[in-house]
C-alpha cells in the first residue's frame, strides 16, 4: 500500500513561486517514479514533471519546462515540485502519483492540493 499526500497549494501572483510536496509512504517498490500531474477546471489531467527513484531521471512537460523543478529528498520519502515564475495557465489541482518502476501507468495517488495563479 502507498499513501501520498500533497501539501503547498495556495493563492499566488502572477510571477510567484510555490513549492508543492508530496509525502510518500509504503512500499518503495512501489514509488520507483513519482510524478505530478495537474487537472485545471473542465480540462484533462495532464502530465507535470517526473523523477526517478535516485533522482538520476527527470521529465517536464514542455509548458513547465524552465519554470518548474522536481526533486525528491535524500530519504526518498518526499518530492517536491518547485514552481517558479507561475502564469494564470498553471491554475489547477495539483496531484502526485507514484508508481513501480517497469508500470507504464501510475496506480497510486494523492488527494491534491490547489494551485491558483492570479493575473
Known amino acids: 500500500q502507498v499513501r501520498l499526500v500533497e501539501s503547498g497549494g495556495g493563492l499566488v501572483q502572477a510571477g510567484d513561486s510555490l513549492r508543492l510536496s508530496c509525502a510518500a509512504s509504503?512500499?518503495?517498490?512501489?514509488?520507483?517514479?513519482v510524478g505530478w500531474f495537474r487537472q485545471a477546471s473542465g480540462k484533462e489531467r495532464e502530465f507535470v514533471a517526473t523523477?526517478?527513484?535516485?533522482?538520476?531521471?527527470?521529465r517536464y512537460a514542455d509548458s513547465v519546462k524552465g519554470r518548474f523543478t522536481i526533486s525528491r529528498d535524500n530519504a526518498k520519502t518526499t518530492v517536491f515540485l518547485q514552481m517558479n515564475n507561475l502564469k494564470p495557465e498553471d491554475t489547477a489541482v495539483y496531484y502526485c502519483?507514484?508508481?513501480?518502476?517497469?508500470?507504464?501507468?501510475?496506480?497510486?495517488w494523492g488527494q491534491g492540493t490547489q494551485v491558483t495563479v492570479s493575473s
Open positions: 502519483a507514484s508508481r513501480p518502476r517497469f508500470n507504464q501507468e501510475y496506480p497510486h
Open positions: 509504503g512500499f518503495t517498490s512501489s514509488m520507483y517514479f
Open positions: 523523477i526517478n527513484w535516485d533522482s538520476s531521471s527527470t
